[in-house]
């Protein structure tokens, strides 16, 4: 069972918006099961040249729009893993990704992680492959 095609089109528009001089926007993918602005979960993840994007938008009709941007650079991400699991039912299987993100946080001497939520397994390992891409570079660069 494939993701639901969903629009990200709001959310590539808003990060292409955030792009330094010289800095490409390579993918934006959907980072929860499903990308509607009332959770503060991440809803989308650009991923760039420089860092990480991920995107938190929080809708209140009538009241407000809110969005926050947190950007990770590459040498801040400590550990990659990408999680895969099947929940089994009477009448179906229910598969499920997850790709998490163990980041350092400068200055606070401590880390945390980022979850990154799919259905699809094969786009939660295009999103870890990616990311793990520029580590490896990042790496290797000695950055």
């Known amino acids: 069972m494939a993701d639901e095609i ?9 990060i292409e918006g955030l792009l330094l001089n010289g800095e490409e926007l390579e993918a934006t993918f959907p980072a929860a ?26 809708l209140r009709s009538g009241s407000s729009d809110r969005w926050t941007f947190r950007s990770i650079l590459y040498s801040r991400v400590e550990e990659l893993e ?19 993100l163990f980041v350092s946080w400068q200055g606070a001497g401590s880390g945390g ?14 999103v870890h ?9 990042a790496e290797s660069r000695g950055l």
Do not use: M, W
């Not at 992680?113 to 295009?126: H, K, S």
């Open 6 to 14: 969903q629009d990200l089109t709001e959310y590539r528009d808003a």
């Open 33 to 58: 099961l499903k990308t509607s602005p009332d959770s503060d979960e991440p809803q989308a993840v650009g991923i760039t040249s420089y860092r990480i994007i991920v995107c938190n938008r929080r």
């Open 82 to 100: 990408l999680q895969r699991a099947e929940q089994f039912h009477r009448d179906r299987i229910e598969p499920s990704a997850l790709v998490t």
């Open 113 to 126: 992680r980022i979850e990154l939520r799919y259905r699809d397994g094969v786009l939660a390992r295009e």
């Open 129 to 137: 492959d990616r990311i793990l891409a520029h580590l490896l570079t």
